[in-house]
């Protein structure tokens, strides 16, 4: 078994589409390959088959590798739930919320389960693709490391450093990271990767060839920006997006602080009758708004006191009042009932909170986590739908007696008298197209031409062939041991 490691100069420098697309190359060249990610830090998550939860990113990945997702691609998820504490996942569980510091001190521990996931991936395939998570430069943080070189070197997998010439200043990114780490853990680099030109690429042929003299690096190749990027489920709060003005129905989604699971909207984006419009601090929600959608959450509580903050719940309840459309997804569910109680103060100080009282519901916060994939059946349409759910909490009231859907004949979540306010425990709803379909038309949307799920497909194998034209695939997956 070979694997290679993908580390960045930094954040959201493309490490999760590279992998994703080097996964897709590798499994068209006959290889059996797998992705990894130590660590990863979102609130983007996904429930695998093993009953946990991992990166969204990862998820995507194995859809690249035509695998299912599985808590072993990564074994440590940060989900953040203030500026300074995070939910710590470990091999798809949930042990710990802990603050910045704690985990610091935590972190040491997490290496062996971090190796052990790897070495049951290792038995399964001809190579594993492994990604790195922030910076091997934050040479601050490289005490007790798992997540960069930290892993690199324990596991003996080799480096491509990538950079993103995009934000400007590439060569400074590739030759001060190698300045700034240690001489074995630059040892560990053995090439490096120019992500998201744009332009004639030979104009930047004299920086490439300083960056390898400077650092003795080999470099694989200048990969252009890739527009179809944005047809991929984004995994970064930061990649989210307002779409043009399409459709002519129109949705709108208030950006909360701690959003999660925000892949739920990208299928409704690229709907060609549909215009997606994500609504930032500061904004209202706009009164042509046909419906608005209340996304997941992290934090029930605190983003509930987001909304109000924003004066988004004065903005609903007229949406409500002129006739509108209101689905709360998870979190938001949640916040549409009368009352939350957290008695054990899972998010914060225990005690009750008034909801936004658009449902008649109770949520009670409790320890437990909810995962699992889920087949249902759409109560107002009868189209069979599939999703996920995964959260803490359990909500009754007299609304549930109108559920939105049905799982295994048993009520899931629940409408308003008149049908017009909808919640719902269910992720992912909207990339199954019938269900979308028939949701739409209800609303009074075209019918749906989209096929969501091809799209993805179509799209993993356009990334890779990208990268087979711009960079040396054959020599990366020849570095690989």
């Not at 400077?214 to 990027?229: C, K, N, S």
């Not at 500061?282 to 006191?305: F, H, N, R, Y």
């Not at 909304?307 to 903005?315: C, E, K, L, S």
């Amino acid at each position: 078994m070979r694997a290679l490691m993908i580390q960045g100069t930094g954040s959201n420098v493309g490490k999760s589409l590279l992998v994703a697309g080097l996964c897709r190359a590798a499994l068209r060249r006959g290889l059996s390959v797998v992705p990894f990610k130590p660590q990863n830090m979102s609130n983007n998550a996904a429930v695998t088959e093993d009953g946990g939860e991992i990166g969204r990113a990862q998820a995507l990945q194995a859809l690249a590798c035509r695998r299912a997702a599985h808590t072993d691609m990564n074994p440590v998820l940060l989900k953040p739930e203030s500026d300074i504490g995070a939910q710590v996942i470990v091999q798809g569980r949930r042990v710990a919320t802990a603050r910045a510091r704690d985990y610091a001190r935590l972190k040491p521990r997490l290496l062996a389960p971090v190796l052990e996931s790897f070495a049951r991936l290792r038995q399964g395939a001809d190579i594993v693709i492994v990604e790195g998570a922030g910076s091997p430069a934050e040479v601050n943080l490289r005490a007790g490391d798992i997540a960069n070189m930290g892993f690199a070197r324990a596991a003996d997998v080799p480096v491509i450093l990538v950079g993103d010439i995009d934000r400007g200043g590439v060569i400074a990114q590739i030759v001060g990271t190698q300045a700034v780490l240690d001489a074995s853990d630059a040892a560990q680099i053995a090439g490096f990767l120019i992500n998201r030109f744009r332009g004639d690429p030979s104009l930047f042929d004299d920086g490439y060839a300083l960056i390898g003299q400077r650092t003795g690096w080999r470099g694989y190749g200048v990969v252009p920006f890739f527009a179809d990027a944005a047809l991929l489920p984004a995994e970064d709060a930061l990649d989210l997006r307002r779409t043009g003005e399409d459709g002519p129905l129109r949705v709108s989604v208030p950006v909360l602080s701690r959003i999660a699971n925000f892949d739920d909207l990208d299928p409704l984006a690229q709907e060609p009758g549909v215009t997606l419009r994500m609504i930032g601090p500061g904004q209202a929600v706009p009164g042509d708004t046909d419906l608005v959608i209340l996304p997941g959450t992290k934090s029930t509580i605190a983003d509930l006191a987001w909304v109000r903050g924003q004066g988004w719940d004065i903005d609903i309840r007229a949406h409500v009042r002129r006739g509108g459309h209101v689905l709360g997804i998870c979190g938001g569910y949640q916040m549409l009932g009368r009352t939350i109680r957290d008695p054990l103060g899972l998010e914060g100080t225990a005690g009750d909170v008034p909801g936004l009282g658009l449902l008649d519901l109770v949520t009670t916060m409790r320890p437990d986590k909810h995962l699992s994939g889920v087949e249902a059946v759409h109560a107002s349409s009868g189209v069979p739908m599939t999703g996920y759910e995964i959260h803490i909490g359990e909500t009754t009231g007299e609304a549930r007696s109108r559920p939105f859907a049905h799982v295994a004949g048993a009520p899931e979540g629940a409408m308003s008298t008149d049908g017009r306010v909808m919640g719902s425990y269910l992720h992912g709803m909207f990339a199954d197209d019938a269900f979308r379909g028939a949701f739409l038309r209800q609303l009074g949307a075209a019918p749906s031409t989209l096929a969501y799920g091809e799209g993805v497909e179509a799209v993993l194998d356009a990334l890779a062939e990208h990268l087979e034209a711009h960079c040396d695939v054959a020599g990366l997956l020849a570095v690989a041991r």
